[in-house]
């Protein structure tokens, strides 16, 4: 079957940096996305990994390593905005997206 | 840009009402749309895959009949929820996106109460 895992709920601090990571087993893998989903508002987009290694956005960066089917998301400078669920997407071979059940991101002060 | 329209934001009605909810890709075109559903502190939920000019694409336990999928034009999808229950109240959600491999870009969800 088709999994993708990370944590259900990560706490971090204002200012600081947390890395959430997130494993797949699919049938193939054309790409992977993480989103950020605030509370009762529809995911966005954050970014897009098909090939190897750091793509980063301002304080976001992401990471990708294929023959380990492993990613990460790693947020810098966090600030209180930056609370909310992170998922992990994963497109397979037919071109399906395969969503990882999110990781909940607690920003304390 | 990919920009993703999605009206109305909130519902609230009678059972046996029908809701139609729509989505439009405002400045891109979408080969497909998708829609889904979450309930709270649930993950999304696939609920079907829609290209335009064929019929949808339902997940397994999601009534065709009951959620109308119709895609009419490369920038506009709607879903019609028909006589609609409480258990059918829920956050509907439409994304969008232009190809195969391509990021989905979300709209900002309908929120459908039915009392």
């Known amino acids: 079957g088709q999994n993708i895992d990370q944590p259900t709920e990560m706490t971090a601090t204002e200012g600081a940096i947390v890395q959430i990571n997130c494993t797949y087993q699919?049938?193939?893998?054309?790409?992977l996305f993480w989103y950020q989903q605030h509370a009762g508002e529809a995911p966005t987009f954050l970014s897009y990994n098909v090939l190897d290694g750091l793509e980063e956005k301002g304080r976001f960066s992401s990471f990708l390593s294929r023959s380990k089917g492993y990613s990460y998301l790693l947020l810098k400078e966090l600030q209180m905005k930056d609370s909310a669920s992170y998922l992990c997407?994963?497109?397979?071979?037919?071109?399906?997206?395969?969503w990882g059940a999110g990781t909940k991101l607690i920003i304390k002060p | 840009g990919a920009v993703v329209s999605q009206h109305p934001s909130r519902v609230i009605c009678k059972s046996g009402t029908s809701v139609k909810i729509e989505c439009r890709s405002l400045?891109?075109?979408?080969?497909?749309m998708f829609w889904y559903r979450q309930f709270p502190k649930q993950s999304l939920m696939l609920m079907a895959t829609s290209n335009e000019g064929s019929k949808a694409t339902y997940e397994q336990g999601v009534e065709k009949d009951k959620f109308l999928i119709n895609h009419a034009s490369l920038t506009l999808s709607t879903l019609t929820v028909t006589s609609a229950h409480p258990e059918d109240s829920s956050f509907y959600i439409c994304?969008?996106?232009?190809?195969?491999?391509?990021?989905?870009?979300f709209g900002d969800g309908t929120r459908l109460s039915i009392l």
């Open positions: 699919t049938s193939g893998f054309n790409g």
């Open positions: 994304s969008a996106r232009v190809g195969e491999g391509q990021p989905q870009h």
């Open positions: 997407a994963v497109i397979d071979s037919n071109y399906q997206l395969i």
């Open positions: 400045d891109f075109q979408a080969t497909t």
